[in-house]
């Protein structure tokens, strides 16, 4: 099982995070797509997990980070595009021939050569194991780089756009291989552009909105909410046809000049329905419609430390240009200040870019000893390095708070190291004064 708790990404100051307190599962014995549009942090995910990126959050494969386990390669299965490789990325040199870049590789991974064999014929290449790899098609290189990773026969598969690029038949065969290894007991997380891909492949469809989980559901809820099937329907008496259809319960939508989109009826009850009333179709076919992807909430500062409260945008009234109301009877929100008494001093202000970074507000602090916990986690933040185990740190109390000012007062988690007490001095005492 994969566990990814916090996976948080900032790649620049002032920047919106790529990927933003990011958790969930992956299950053995299922498909899980990582569904989003471009940009919404599927790669960035996937790289956290690997520790191929420094960020904030853990994830585990077995109750161990990846740089923790023993043999990396015997446990997950990994393919990604490398660094600046498009979609369709070259599976190894191109002067190399497909058995002979598998038998290397075999021998790093500490598998003997016959597993590159194997896998071959797995993945339906053995008949081009010959073949230099500049002679292979995008279908073929994304076959061979899935018998890569492959060779150390792991347990789980991380894949990102295994499909992208590739011809329908070969998506076919990508889709059925990976449901065969989840079916056998194996972990597989495949990220993925479109709901339809996704509603196709998955188990289990995870989907991400500028870098913020925003549903995880079962794939036959996901049909429901993502996808709508209807009816194209195209003909010369289109506007006889609708009203015959709205009679019958059909929702009707025009389609271009001359067509219909038809929710409410499947395509066989159209076409008996055009015949029996004499009308003409030109075409008759089912398909899907996306619905709209759901929206991230934004992030606030939350009233507890270590967790995030979100709250969807609103328009401000200086952006919607709306001066405030004031009901009659009650007071203002600015509090009169009385004559002769000074006024009370403002409350600093943290900015909400601070939430999941810790130097925003390590600045705002009065002390460096004394630093505020970001909301994304405490012991995400110390670590030595990727795969490290945070030291241990001393959390003072922590109370609710309405506002993310009150992130600094004298309740916020305080991460420093323990002092240690000096010992009183005995008689007995040998050390130099």
């Avoid at 890569?148 to 889709?175: K, M, Q």
């Avoid at 000049?257 to 009850?269: P, Y």
């Avoid at 870019?353 to 110390?382: C, I, S, Y």
Wanted: glycine residues 10%; positive net charge; charged residues 25%.
């Amino acid at each position: 099982m994969i566990q990814s708790t916090g996976l948080t990404k900032v790649y620049r100051k002032g920047a919106p995070p790529a990927v933003l307190d990011l958790t969930f599962d992956v299950r053995p014995g299922m498909v899980t797509a990582l569904l989003g549009a471009e940009e919404a942090g599927k790669t960035t995910a996937l790289r956290l997990m690997l520790e191929l990126e420094r960020g904030q959050g853990v994830t585990l494969f077995g109750g161990r980070t990846y740089r923790r386990l023993r043999r990396p390669e015997r446990e997950v299965g990994v393919l990604l595009p490398g660094p600046g490789e498009g979609a369709v990325a070259v599976a190894g040199h191109p002067g190399r021939t497909a058995r002979g870049h598998l038998r290397m590789l075999a021998a790093a991974v500490g598998v003997p050569a016959r597993r590159a064999d194997e896998l071959l014929e797995q993945t339906r290449l053995a008949a081009v194991a010959g073949q230099r790899l500049r002679t292979f098609s995008p279908g073929m290189h994304r076959r061979l780089a899935l018998a890569a990773a492959l060779l150390g026969d792991p347990s789980a598969l991380l894949l990102d756009a295994p499909t992208v690029g590739l011809s329908p038949r070969n998506v076919e065969w990508f889709h059925s291989f990976l449901r065969s290894f989840a079916v056998a007991g194996g972990t597989v997380l495949a990220t993925t552009r479109t709901p339809q891909e996704a509603a196709q492949l998955a188990d289990r469809v995870i989907t991400l909105d500028r870098g913020r989980l925003v549903a995880d559901q079962p794939v036959t809820e996901f049909r429901r909410t993502r996808l709508s099937p209807e009816v194209a329907v195209r003909g010369p008496q289109m506007a006889r046809l609708a009203d015959l259809l709205v009679g019958q319960g059909a929702e009707v939508r025009r389609d271009g000049s001359v067509g219909l989109a038809v929710a409410g009826l499947d395509r066989t009850e159209i076409g008996e329905l055009a015949y029996r009333n004499g009308i003409l179709l030109h075409e008759l076919a089912d398909r899907v419609v996306e619905q709209p992807v759901p929206r991230a909430a934004l992030p606030v500062a939350s009233g507890r430390s270590g967790h995030l409260r979100v709250q969807h945008a609103a328009p401000s009234q200086e952006q919607s240009g709306e001066q405030p109301e004031e009901q009659p009877g009650q007071p203002s929100e600015e509090p009169r200040r009385e004559p002769g008494r000074p006024s009370a001093p403002a409350l600093p202000v943290v900015p909400v870019a601070a939430v999941g970074g810790a130097r925003a507000l390590l600045g705002a602090t009065p002390r460096r000893e004394e630093q505020v916990a970001p909301a994304v986690g405490v012991e995400r933040l110390f670590r030595d390095g990727p795969g490290e185990r945070p030291h241990p740190v001393r959390s003072g109390a922590v109370g609710r708070r309405t506002s993310a000012a009150d992130l600094l007062t004298d309740d916020t988690v305080r991460l420093s190291r323990p002092a240690r007490p000096a010992l009183p001095a005995t008689p007995d005492d040998h050390r130099s004064e």
